[in-house]
């Protein structure tokens, strides 16, 4: 199926195109589209909340994700209505589910689409909508994803945005009930630990999370619990964990819906994580968050905002050492020469640092 080309969509910065509101009054009914990967999805949503802010008394702000990373945005107080595609990763499948979303997408006659996606799908689905004004995400230049997140909502043409990790769960209690019943006292600080690189390049040593947590407890005036959640797939490394770490570590590993992992880690009081999707839900959370950068784009990927930090090892130019998240090299893994008493250190920091300021994704200039 072919798209129509329905505006002249002249570059706005860094590739970014946009057919920008010109209403005198700013849009009412907007939908904002994103598609992928559970961090990636998540990541959209202090912007647009920023946005959300922007917007007058009884607008309407939708969200249109596929249905497997849909957890968190249905969790947070931001939308009016989250559009659930379903099909999995087939895309003849989704197009099928988009097709029976649209009769209800065109009865909400947007006025502008936020594609914060672009590929094929979100393209279809605003030249099927056909809103008087429009954005689309510019995917491949270097820079943060966030960063481009922002300037693509901003093409819109609405002004610049405030960002701040400030999104409000429906249930904000839902991370420390589930902490209680898996045996925190209540009272320790929560240190999420997460072993959760998809690569194993992208992997910092077990043996190192373990001597970070004894560092770190050791010189801690109150005595933490540390916690691994996540996917299943993590389940041997965090048994691992477990057995250096004992009573002191918690594993919710598997044992949490996404939404749930989110509300966990917005209790937390740091997050250390490699390249994960977990990570980007953390500094999203507004949890001071450490991220550890192996065989990864730390220029794409690092958390954001004044309250996060990337330790990025890889001494080549960003991303070019890299396939499909494997190391060029080889052994030894650039992780590997990383010492926990230099991850102490930065995230002692980090807190101090983190302590000191409100915390923000972006502030504008104006």
């Not at 107080?77 to 379903?86: K, P, T």
């Not at 043996?207 to 389940?235: H, N, R």
């Not at 949890?287 to 192996?294: A, E, K, N, R, V």
């Not at 001494?315 to 926990?340: H, I, K, N, Q, Y």
Request: charged fraction near 25%; aromatic fraction near 8%; glycine fraction near 8%.
């Amino acid at each position: 199926m072919s798209l129509p080309s329905n505006a002249p969509a002249v570059p706005v910065a860094e590739g970014i195109r946009a057919e920008p509101w010109t209403g005198a009054e700013a849009p009412r009914r907007v939908l904002a589209v994103r598609l992928q990967a559970m961090g990636d999805t998540v990541l959209t949503l202090p912007y647009l909340q920023a946005f959300r802010r922007a917007q007058p008394p009884g607008a309407t702000l939708d969200f249109l994700t596929r249905r497997e990373v849909a957890g968190v945005p249905n969790a947070v107080s931001l939308f009016n209505e989250v559009f659930e595609i379903g099909g999995g990763r087939d895309v003849r499948l989704q197009c099928l589910s988009v097709l029976t979303l649209l009769p209800t997408l065109l009865r909400r006659r947007y006025d502008v689409v936020l594609d914060l996606q672009r590929n094929r799908l979100s393209r279809l689905v605003r030249s099927l909508l056909r809103p008087p004004a429009w954005c689309e995400f510019e995917r491949f230049s270097a820079e943060l994803a966030g960063e481009r997140t922002r300037k693509t909502i901003e093409a819109v043409g609405l002004g610049p945005l405030d960002v701040y990790p400030d999104l409000e769960l429906f249930d904000p209690d839902a991370g420390l009930a589930i902490l209680r019943d898996a045996g925190w006292d209540g009272e320790r600080d929560i240190v999420v630990l997460n072993p959760g690189g998809f690569f194993e390049d992208r992997g910092w040593p077990l043996e190192s999370y373990a001597d970070f947590a004894k560092m770190w407890a050791e010189g801690s005036p109150s005595l933490p619990q540390f916690v691994v959640l996540g996917l299943p797939s993590i389940t041997d490394r965090a048994g691992v964990l477990k057995t250096r770490l004992g009573g002191e570590l918690l594993d919710l590993v598997g044992c949490t819906t996404a939404s749930e992992a989110f509300a966990v880690l917005s209790s937390a009081r740091l997050v250390l994580s490699e390249d994960s999707g977990l990570m980007h839900m953390a500094w999203v959370a507004g949890t001071p968050t450490l991220g550890l950068f192996g065989a990864s784009r730390a220029i794409w990927a690092s958390p954001h905002g004044n309250y996060s930090e990337c330790i990025d090892v890889c001494e080549a130019v960003d991303g070019e050492c890299m396939v499909a998240g494997r190391c060029r090299r080889g052994s030894p893994r650039c992780l590997t020469e990383l010492t926990p008493e230099v991850v102490v250190e930065r995230a002692l920091a980090l807190l101090q640092r983190a302590d000191r300021h409100e915390k923000v994704i972006y502030r504008s200039a104006r």
